[in-house]
Nanobody
Framework: QVQLVESGGGLVQPGGSLRLSCAAS????????LGWYRQAPGKERELVAS?????????NYADSVKGRFTISRDNAKNTVYLQMNSLKPEDTAVYYC????????WGQGTQVTVSS
């Protein structure tokens, strides 16, 4: 079992920045990949970014966020971060942290709203 707790969402103006955090607990060493999905109203959940947990940190990004978002990890704190810069209104969504073992675990979600 893996538990995930997200924090850091909120309201920000276009062009602004936010950093999301996701703290993992439980069967940490069974986790292969950590990352973030998002879901906007009326749309399907989409992968935003992912990072491998062990060894070399291999990252992957959706085309829509490349160059603006950065995913990172702190294995000592069992935490993954999503630094979001140059935010756009279309980034507005509920952001969900996930952890992949042989099963995909989800956090509860955190709302990010980009609006003036």
């Amino acid at each position: 079992q893996v538990q995930l707790v997200e924090s850091g969402g909120g309201l920000v103006q276009p062009g602004g920045s936010l950093r999301l955090s996701c703290a993992a607990s439980g069967s940490i060493f069974s986790i292969n990949v950590l990352g973030w999905y998002r879901q906007a109203p009326g749309k399907e959940r989409e992968l935003v970014a992912s990072i491998t947990r062990g060894g070399l940190a291999i990252t992957n990004y959706a085309d829509s966020v490349k160059g603006r978002f950065t995913i990172s990890r702190d294995n000592a704190k069992n935490t993954v971060y999503l630094q979001m810069n140059s935010l756009k209104p279309e980034d507005t969504a509920v952001y969900y942290c996930y952890a992949l073992t042989g099963y995909k675990y989800w956090g509860q979600g955190t709302q990010v709203t980009v609006s003036s």
